[in-house]
């Protein structure tokens, strides 16, 4: 079996040794050539012939957005993974990469060539995107996962279709590997009038959810938030949980509100989508509609058992439109989704089930405790 061919370009000799001693060390793959700045990223290219590129942010002579638009121009589908700092310049540079056709990214701890953080950053982080973007070549699926990351727990086909389309009070989002650009598609796709709240786990680290927050409030028609404590779930907006932190939906006092908390990591993420699902099974029950979307691994498989116990719907996205069809693959694959649906056909399959079992009303009060909208035209 062939191995994943990788082109390391960072600036940093020590960080190109750490990064291309740690991905040798799993059989399956193979650095092919390092590079020390885009200028020469571009030359080694078409040598090496690698099938993913770790491209570095800020790097001398030829920086990695710039390098990554360049690549784009003859390469549109090769994969190209970030590699950047954990601070504001490097999520808005990360962001910008992603728009610009970057497939995903990994974060560099803090001295991230010297130190244990760093090999862990590469084993636990790098690895498994790298081998999972690749997956076909390895001969497997999109599913492919790291057991460090975690343990499928598998669960019996079903049928999780209702009897009947249930009023929808509330959409609730999971997505990972891919998501930004995904997102991007989605969000922009749902109306201004929306009737509904619509809750997002995006597995990012702090900084980043509130910059993909602010990136998507200007080009959607809802408002778009990093989520709060305490903010109130009305209609029209969307809530994008923050990094580190579970997100869930309660009602206190009649009143539907947003919570956040620290709790344990779960399916190795905080925050997670199977905690978020979980609560808006147990607020909203049949009146929940959970969208499940690219990423890699199993976060939202739970989740979405659960809301479908609780009489909701489920909706995820197709194989071929996804970077990686783990999350959504769990899902499709257990029965759990009543319709798998490619990315550009997610909005409006959202937008016509909010609007199932209001066409005959002028107005309509969403569940109880949040503020009433005009009814989708």
Known sequence: MPKIRILVVDDSVVVRRMVSDALTTDPQLAVAG???????????????????????????????????????????DLPVIMYSTLTERGAEATLEALSKGATDYVTKPSNVGSSARGLDCVRTQLIP????????????TDQVHSPAL?????IPPRRATPSREERIDIVAIGVSTGGPNALSSLIPALPRDLPVPVVVVQHM????????????????????KEGQAGAGLIPGCAWIAPGDYHMIVASESNRLTLRTHQ?????????????LFRSVADTYGTHALAVVMTGMGQDGLRGC????????????????????WGMPGFVANAGLASKVLPLDKLGPEI???????????????SA??????????
Not at 52 to 71: Q, S
Not at 264 to 275: F, I, L, Q, T, Y
Request: net charge positive; glycine share 6%.
């Open 205 to 224: 680290p702090p900084v980043f959810t509130r910059l993909l927050a602010e990136r998507l409030a200007a080009k959607s028609q809802i408002q778009v």
């Open 263 to 275: 709790g344990p990591p779960e399916n190795s993420c905080r925050p997670a989508v199977d905690v």
């Open 150 to 154: 975690f343990t499928p727990k598998p």
């Open 129 to 140: 995107k790298v081998k999972a973007i690749c997956s076909r070549l390895l001969g497997g």
């Open 34 to 76: 390092t590079a020390a700045n885009g200028k020469i990223a571009l030359a080694k290219i078409p040598q090496v012939n690698p099938d993913v590129i770790i491209l570095d942010v800020e790097m001398p002579e030829l920086d990695g957005i710039a390098t990554l638009v360049e690549i784009r121009k003859s390469l549109p």
């Open 305 to 324: 058992e659960h809301i479908c116990e609780c009489g909701g719907q489920v909706l995820a996205q197709d194989q071929a439109s996804s970077v990686v």
């Open 351 to 365: 937008v016509r089930r909010v609007r199932n079992g209001r066409e005959n009303l002028h107005e309509f009060n």
């Open 368 to 377: 109880p405790g949040t503020v009433e909208s005009s009814v989708l035209r």
